[in-house]
């Protein structure tokens, strides 16, 4: 069992920069693909980047591409997730989320995961 818990979201401005942390327990994350997820009031949860369990290849959105970067410390059991030019539209309840899969296709699936987070607020003001 791994127990995941986020941590770092809160209000800012558009255009500001904020770092989101999901720390674990039970388990070593290290053979985990880890994913960041967001879902903003009255939509679907969707996907906003994963990294495999080496770091060594990540994936992101669209929307985040070139914003935001998702990093990993496998001696800490902790995932990053850096959001810089943060916009209104990046408002949402942030999840981290832990797949016991290879890095490989159906990455931006939520049902690719085993365990997730309790989740963290991102509240972005224009």
């Known amino acids: 069992q791994v127990q995941l818990v986020e941590s770092g979201g809160g209000l800012v401005q558009a255009g500001d920069s904020l770092s989101v942390s999901c720390a674990a327990s039970?388990?070593?994350?290290?053979?985990?693909?880890m994913g960041w997820f967001r879902q903003a009031p009255g939509k679907e949860r969707e996907f906003v980047a994963a990294?495999?369990?080496?770091?060594?290849?990540?994936y992101y959105a669209d929307s985040v591409k070139g914003r935001f970067t998702i990093s990993r410390d496998n001696a800490k059991n902790t995932v990053y997730l850096q959001m810089n030019s943060l916009k209104p539209e990046d408002t949402g309840v942030y999840y981290c989320?832990?797949?016991?899969?290879?890095?490989?296709?159906?990455?931006?699936?939520?049902?690719?995961?085993?365990?997730w987070g309790q989740g963290t607020q991102v509240t972005v003001s224009s």
């Open positions: 989320a832990a797949g016991r899969a290879g890095y490989g296709s159906g990455l931006t699936f939520p049902s690719r995961y085993n365990y």
């Open positions: 039970g388990r070593t994350l290290s053979s985990y693909v």
């Open positions: 990294i495999s369990w080496s770091g060594g290849n990540t």
